[in-house]
């Protein structure tokens, strides 16, 4: 009684407040600049400031007019939607706000778009993608740690606080990811994440995933024009750029978080609660709609309010924000996380937007899924029960790696060991284009590799093997060069990169770095490092690996051969997963070997006459060019 009392009360003086309130100075106007001649020529703004909303919006330039002016439940917000018709030209105009005698101008500005070769270009499974977490690949700019003002700084003893790398450790380090022969950089989130922190609980923000402003890259790891500038060095390299998106959830400190727009801004985590991670139900066809309910609406963690993306105002501002990014930095890609999370229909159309302006550009969705199907069905063209369509090119292909990883460990027999990557692989029927899975053995919220293989260096490179010679985009993480380990703990799987801290007594960026670290941890580094680069390095040259057909063969004693073909040349993949000798007999791959005579192992250089059986060392895969 005492409560309704209080409200009742409270929303009096608030009712008040707002009739009398003045027109304060407009704190932000989103985005910041827009472009002229987009193919969507309507464009939203939303307006922040104290007691905006009630005030009334004008403008006044040739080709944009003011469609309508949206106020929300929350005074302090205004949205106006502009039409930016093919006749409006770059420049800038002036909004004005006027409420009684007050008046408040805000100049505006339209870009003219940038057209070059080397942005928007879209990745595919010609390319070899190097995964990093910004801040802890290499601090490149002690003096950005710690930023008056931001929550947290640099602790270097502490598992889950930040710990200072940058785009500037990024930016000096673009030669080494070049010499690793990647073509494509993916980094983990690089937004404001000015978080409050737990780390008792795990709640650290290092990774990026909580944003706190979507506009503004951490100045803890730089501004947005050092930014713009590391991706345009590294596009002039020859290595694309994929941005980190989250669209699910924010962090409870972002600045619209902290001042809802409207109530149905964010799911109500006191009805919803957390999600249940199942996406199952999303296409479960036996789903209740409490889980189903939970899983979409549900928050990710406590520090990450789940948006409402069916809040027509806020889907606006996401797909805006996206295509902001996109023109701003060039960027060739997106990884879109959690895609499953969101309401479906908002990822169909958010992802239709984005293609529709920039058709060559990529987007893949961060999909964990349990199984092919489940996989399959978010990439484009899946035939749904209801006819969605996911728009969707590159799913994360959580199946594959799942196979590599088990297949590696187990014991073989009719169906596991390498006979799990074969299995695994026959499904892809379910896919429309599985040469656009972006395949991987690790990221960073997976058990490193070389853990998951029990630190048996000749597992790990049999897996590397395959994941650079079979179908689909390789996802390299950093320090798998250099057979980085780490449990399935956050931190654990995250650790910096030895070099990349002023004073660490390695560099494992240098040959000189990598020699000391294998000797320190007593593994073969260099040899490991050289193999994979070799093989990346190769296959960056090799069309047959990007867009060649993919044949395989039942494997047989732990032996798994495929062959990728095109009209003008045939590799042959042989890996022999047991620890003995083996002597291949070959007439069982007469459809593909009756053209040839020998095969030259890319790695070792080794050549093979392939008139005979082929005598395989134990734990060894042969990478064979073939010829005539
Ligand atoms: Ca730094």
């Not at 650290?204 to 979507?214: E, K, Q, V």
């Not at 979409?296 to 309010?305: A, H, L, N, Q, T």
């Not at 606006?316 to 996109?326: F, G, P, S």
Request: hydrophobic letters at 35%.
């Amino acid at each position: 009684m005492i409560k309704r009392f209080l409200l009742t009360t409270c929303f009096i003086l608030f009712t008040a407040g707002v009739i009398h309130a003045q027109l304060a100075d407009i704190e932000r106007v989103e985005p910041e600049f827009w472009w002229a001649g987009f193919h969507e020529t309507e464009l939203q703004l939303l307006v922040y400031g104290d007691n905006i909303g009630s005030s009334r919006a004008s403008l006044n330039y040739p080709g944009v007019t003011l469609k309508q002016v949206i106020s929300v439940e929350n005074p302090n917000y205004l949205f106006l939607y502009l039409d930016v018709t093919d006749e409006a030209e770059p420049g800038t105009f002036t909004i004005i706000f006027k409420k009684g005698d007050r008046v408040l101008t805000h100049e505006y500005t339209l870009l003219e778009r940038e057209f070059s070769s080397t942005r928007h270009q879209g990745f595919d499974s010609s390319d070899v993608i190097y995964l990093l977490m910004p801040d802890r690949f290499a601090n490149g700019d002690p003096t950005n740690d710690e930023i008056p003002g931001m929550i947290e700084g640099v602790d270097m003893d502490e598992p889950f606080a930040r710990k200072g790398g940058d785009i500037k450790g990024i930016s000096d380090n673009l030669e080494y990811i070049k010499d690793l022969g990647m073509t494509a950089i993916w980094l983990n989130p690089t937004f404001e994440n000015d978080m409050p922190y737990n780390y008792e609980i795990g709640a650290g923000f290092y990774h990026g995933y909580a944003a706190t402003d979507m506009y503004k890259v951490d100045r803890r790891f730089g501004t947005n024009e050092e930014f713009v500038a590391m991706i345009q060095k590294s596009q002039e390299m020859g290595m694309k750029v994929i941005m980190d998106k989250i669209h699910n959830h924010v962090g409870t400190h972002h600045w619209f978080i902290k001042d809802l727009p409207m109530a149905d801004w964010i799911h109500d985590q006191a009805v919803v609660g957390n999600t249940n991670y199942r996406t199952d139900t999303i296409m479960d066809p036996y789903a209740s709609q409490a889980d189903f309910n939970s899983t979409v609406k549900g928050w990710f963690v406590d520090e990450m309010p789940d948006l409402n993306q069916r809040n027509p105002l806020l889907a606006d501002y996401l797909i805006q924000n996206t295509i902001w990014w996109i023109e701003y930095s060039g960027i060739d890609g997106i990884r879109m996380d959690t895609h499953p999370y969101p309401y479906q229909d908002y990822m169909a159309e958010w992802t239709r937007r984005v293609l529709e302006e920039y058709p060559d550009f990529n987007i893949v969705g961060e999909v964990w899924m349990q199984n092919v199907a489940t996989t399959a069905w978010w990439q484009y063209d899946f035939p749904t029960a209801s006819g969605y369509n996911s728009y969707l090119p590159s799913v994360t292909d959580f199946p594959l790696y799942r196979a590599i990883v088990s297949g590696l460990n187990e014991e073989p027999g009719w169906d596991t060991g390498l006979a799990r990557i074969f299995y695994t692989l026959g499904q892809d029927f379910l896919y429309t284009d599985p040469f656009l899975n972006v395949i991987f053995v690790d990221n960073h919220d997976l058990t490193r590799f070389m853990t998951s293989v029990g630190e048996d260096y000749e597992k790990y490179k049999l897996g590397l093997a395959m994941l650079l010679t079979t179908r689909g985009i390789p996802q390299i993480y950093y320090g798998t060069e250099i057979m980085k380990m780490g449990g399935a703990n956050d931190p654990d799987k995250r650790r910096i990169f030895p070099g990349g801290w002023p004073g660490d007594e390695i560099n494992a960026f240098t040959a000189e770095g990598r020699e000391k670290l294998g000797q320190k941890r007593n593994l073969p580094i260099p040899e490991v490092f050289e193999y994979l680069r070799t093989i990346v390095h190769w296959r960056n040259g090799k069309e047959v690996i990007h867009t060649g057909d993919l044949t395989h063969f039942i494997p047989e004693n732990n032996v798994y051969v495929y062959f990728r073909h095109n009209e003008d040349e045939t590799v042959m993949v042989v890996v022999n997963g047991s620890t003995g000798d083996y002597s291949l007999s070959l007439g069982r791959f007469d459809e593909f070997l009756y053209r040839y005579s020998s095969g030259t192992d890319i790695i070792s250089g080794d050549e093979f006459e392939l008139d005979s059986n082929l005598l395989l060392d134990g734990m060894r895969a042969y990478i064979l060019e073939l010829s005539r």
